[in-house]
């Protein structure tokens, strides 16, 4: 699988869009980029993933560049309760390789009153 | 509601001591995994289930086995537990490999 890279930490202020970018330049064709966070020291939970076309769901949203070597995770208003660590993974879905999601270290946003 | 438990949720140990953490999932997923978590390693895989009777090991498997006689149940077995392995674990669970993975709330293992 692709390896990510992603700033380490980022600040955001409530009420602001929050954008996290990752760096996948090694993505492959058939591998799709998720994203999870990761609240102080709880189970990680699934956010969004997408294969190249934008993808939006009640959480956040997801921009894929064209060439798919980079996206950007949204959370249009962020709020405090979204300070957290986003992991991005990039990975090929339904593969038989057994390995699930190889977790980086990601990007800790702190949500700024 | 559809959730991953895990129990118990904190565990202080001796060395050697054989100690079970058990997985539970309701959402009929086939597959499941362990991972642990320590400061500045990340999350890293221990072992995962493709589904019932069928396990394989992931980054970090050495002094875990696992077991799935179950569809609904993995659970991770330390026979016997070294100060190495105090850790903070997960389970996690999805409906097919490479899906959206749910995770339970954690076990904070100590092993003394």
């Known amino acids: 699988d692709a390896k990510t890279t992603q ?50 769901n ?8 064209e060439d798919r070597k980079s996206s950007t995770l ?19 879905a339904g593969d038989n390789y057994g390995q699930n999601f190889v977790f980086g270290p990601g990007t800790r946003l702190s949500v700024l009153p | 509601e559809a959730q991953v438990t895990q ?17 539970s999932q309701n959402m009929n997923h086939e597959y499941m995994s362990w991972y642990r978590q320590d400061p500045g390693l990340g999350l890293r895989q221990i072992y995962y289930s493709m589904n019932v009777e069928v396990t394989d090991k992931g980054d970090v498997p050495e002094g875990y086995k696992v077991s799935r ?13 070294s100060p190495n ?10 409906p097919t490999l490479g899906s959206e993975q749910y995770f339970g709330p954690g076990t904070r293992l100590t092993v003394t």
Not at chain 1, 58 to 65: N, P, Q, V
Not at chain 1, 74 to 79: C, E, K, Q
Not at chain 2, 70 to 78: A, C, D, G, S, V
């Open chain 2, 7 to 23: 129990n118990p949720r904190y565990l202080i140990t001796v060395t050697g001591k054989k100690l079970t953490v058990t997985c």
């Open chain 2, 69 to 81: 006689k179950e569809k609904r149940n993995f659970p991770l077995i330390l026979e016997s537990p």
């Open chain 1, 58 to 65: 009640e959480m956040a949203s997801l921009i894929i560049t």
């Open chain 1, 7 to 56: 700033p380490p930490s980022m600040d955001c202020a409530e009420g602001r869009a929050a954008n996290l970018p990752c760096n996948h330049s090694t993505i492959s064709g058939n591998e799709y980029v998720y994203w999870y966070r990761q609240i102080h020291s709880q189970g990680p939970q699934y956010i969004i993933h997408g294969l190249k076309n934008n993808e939006t």
């Open chain 1, 74 to 92: 949204i959370l249009p208003h962020a709020t405090l309760r979204d300070t957290a660590v986003y992991y991005c993974i990039v990975r090929v």
């Open chain 2, 85 to 94: 392995q105090t850790s903070l674990y997960f389970c996690a669970s999805s």
